[in-house]
């Protein structure tokens, strides 16, 4: 079956530092993965998505960036988090070229101080 | 872009009494849409989805309408419980340039009391 890694669960940063939050997906290929981040009463808004490895489309311009350096690897990035980057950060797989439901990992809860 | 609009934001409701809650989205080429719980503290899941060639479907004290004409769909809770109370999610997803693509609703917090 398939499985979804998220980690960490929760990160305290100081403003101005890096970021570094990886997801990984067993038990499947090529699959579309995304990258969410869930603020109070604003929903899921979505950051990144991909569709193969190297493939990145963003959707909000951002202090932040994605990369698929493998398959079934999502990594989020910041050089230099702000105090808007504070929020829960979902990633997400679905089944590669086909319109169907996502799986979402545990969720990254990052506060940035 | 997709743009979906989810109403209401809060509903509160006693224990065995019905919820609704209601999406309208812009893009008539979405086709699929799926709705999510999000319990406190943790992932959304699946509950239950649509996709454009249905009207209706119901899956137990859960159901969703669509009305592809007026692009608005519905989810029905009956005989709510307190484990009912979550935040509820609305998509609708399409096909754009080989990639799939959901845009969420902001979210619908679901109380109910016993």
């Known amino acids: 079956s398939q499985t979804i890694h998220q980690w960490p669960a929760t990160l305290v940063q100081p403003v101005g530092s890096p970021l570094s939050l990886e997801c990984t997906v067993e038990?499947?290929?090529?699959?579309?993965l995304y990258w969410y981040r869930q603020a109070a009463g604003r929903g899921l808004q979505l950051l990144f998505y991909?569709?193969?490895?190297?493939?990145i489309s963003s959707e909000v311009p951002q202090n932040l960036s994605a990369s698929r350096p493998q398959d079934r690897q999502f990594i989020l990035s910041s050089k230099k988090l702000l105090l808007s980057d504070s929020g829960f950060y979902l990633c997400?797989?679905?089944?590669?070229?086909?319109?169907?439901?996502?799986?979402f990992g545990q969720g990254t809860r990052l506060t940035v101080v | 872009g997709e743009n979906v609009e989810q109403h209401p934001s809060t509903l509160s409701v006693q224990e065995g009494d019905s919820a609704v809650i209601k999406c309208t989205y812009s893009?008539?080429?979405?086709?699929?849409f799926p709705w999510y719980k999000q319990e406190l503290g943790k992932r959304p899941q699946l509950i239950i989805d649509?996709?454009?060639?249905?009207g209706e479907k119901k899956d137990q004290r859960i159901a969703v309408t669509l009305n592809k004409t007026a692009k608005h769909f519905s989810l029905h809770i009956t005989e709510t419980q307190p484990e009912d109370s979550a935040v509820y999610f609305c998509?609708?997803?399409?096909?754009?340039?080989?990639?799939?693509?959901?845009?969420f609703g902001r979210g619908t917090s679901l109380i109910v009391h016993p």
């Open positions: 649509i996709r454009s060639n249905v």
């Open positions: 998509a609708a997803s399409k096909v754009a340039g080989g990639s799939y693509i959901p845009t």
């Open positions: 997400a797989w679905s089944v590669g070229k086909v319109n169907t439901e996502a799986f």
């Open positions: 991909s569709v193969g490895i190297g493939q």
């Open positions: 893009d008539s080429a979405s086709n699929y």
């Open positions: 038990g499947t290929s090529n699959p579309n």
